[in-house]
Nanobody, 124 residues
C-alpha cells in the first residue's frame, strides 16, 4: 500500500511558475513508477507526465513539453512537477499516482494508488 500526499498548488498569474510535490509513504518508493495527472472542471482526468522508478525514463504530454518537468528524489520518497510558463488552460486539480513495475504507463487506469489532489489556478 502506498499513500500519496500532494502539495504546492495555488493561484498564479499566467507566465508564472509552481512546483508541485508528492510525498509517498513506504520503503519501496523506487519500485513504483510515478505519474502526474490533472482534471479540469467538466473534463476527464488527463495524463501530464510520468517518471520511471529509477528516474531514467520520462514521458510528458505534448502540451506541457518544454514547460513542465517531472523529477523524483527516491531518498526523500518524493516526486516533483516543476511547472513554468503556466497558462490559464493549465488550471486543474493535479493528482500524483503510483504504479507498480514493470512498465511505465501514461494511462490513468494503469495506476494503483492516487493522492487527494492539489488545486492549481492560473489567472490571465
Amino acid at each position: 500500500q502506498v499513500q500519496l500526499v500532494e502539495s504546492g498548488g495555488g493561484l498564479v498569474q499566467a507566465g508564472g511558475s509552481l512546483r508541485l510535490s508528492c510525498a509517498a509513504s513506504g520503503r519501496t518508493f523506487s519500485s513504483y513508477h510515478m505519474g502526474w495527472f490533472r482534471q479540469a472542471p467538466g473534463k476527464e482526468r488527463e495524463f501530464v507526465a510520468a517518471i520511471s522508478g529509477r528516474g531514467h525514463i520520462v514521458y510528458s504530454e505534448d502540451s506541457v513539453k518544454g514547460r513542465f518537468a517531472i523529477s523524483r528524489d527516491n531518498a526523500k520518497n518524493t516526486v516533483y512537477l516543476q511547472m513554468n510558463n503556466l497558462k490559464p488552460d493549465d488550471t486543474a486539480v493535479y493528482y500524483c499516482a503510483a504504479k507498480a513495475s514493470p512498465l511505465l504507463q501514461t494511462m490513468k487506469g494503469q495506476y494503483d494508488f492516487w493522492g487527494q489532489g492539489t488545486q492549481v489556478t492560473v489567472s490571465s
